[in-house]
């Protein structure tokens, strides 16, 4: 038997000041994507902003329905919407920010396991990695790579 770890790497910041402009750009944008939340039983808003490899921004909300559960995650909302608008465009970063009853979230929503795996396939499909921006009011959180959000990514394409 062999013992084996995985670690990840990220970084944290303080705030949105200590980002590069394109990183806290995207942020704002992420922020007010919630705005198109419609969340009326969590009242949990997510906003997720998308940065395509030409600099267009694909924005996306959680969608809630009574039918649990035929919503959808922001993160879903915009890399779907940006996957039917621009097939062959690569995704660079998606930034996601939260809040709950109106209220920002302190430290950062962490995306669904499904919300990661989409992820992956995109990041697979483009042969790049994504780089992945988890915003807080109290801090902020980038991850370079999808992989450090979903180590041991199923990936049936590299079969």
């Known amino acids: 038997m062999t013992v084996k770890r995985l670690t990840i790497d990220y970084t ?4 949105i000041e200590e980002l590069t402009p394109e990183d806290a750009e995207l942020v704002l944008a992420a922020i007010k994507a919630k705005e198109g ?5 969590s009242h949990f808003q997510v906003g997720a902003a998308l940065r395509l490899e030409d600099g267009t921004i694909i924005q996306g909300a959680n969608q809630e329905n009574a039918a649990y559960p035929s919503g ?5 909302t915009a890399m779907f919407a940006a996957g039917a608008q621009f097939p062959d465009k690569a995704f660079d970063t998606l930034a996601i920010a939260a809040s709950d009853h109106g209220h920002p979230c302190e430290d950062p929503a962490t995306p669904c396991g499904s919300c990661r795996q989409v992820m992956a396939e995109y990041q697979s499909k483009f042969g790049r990695p994504i780089k992945v921006i988890l915003a807080g009011s109290r801090r902020i959180l980038i991850f370079e790579k999808v992989d450090d959000l979903l180590p041991l ?3 049936s394409l590299k079969a």
């Open 72 to 76: 959808l995650c922001a993160e879903r």
């Open 153 to 155: 990514i199923f990936d």
């Open 37 to 41: 939340s419609y969340s009326p039983y």
């Open 12 to 15: 944290e910041y303080s705030s």
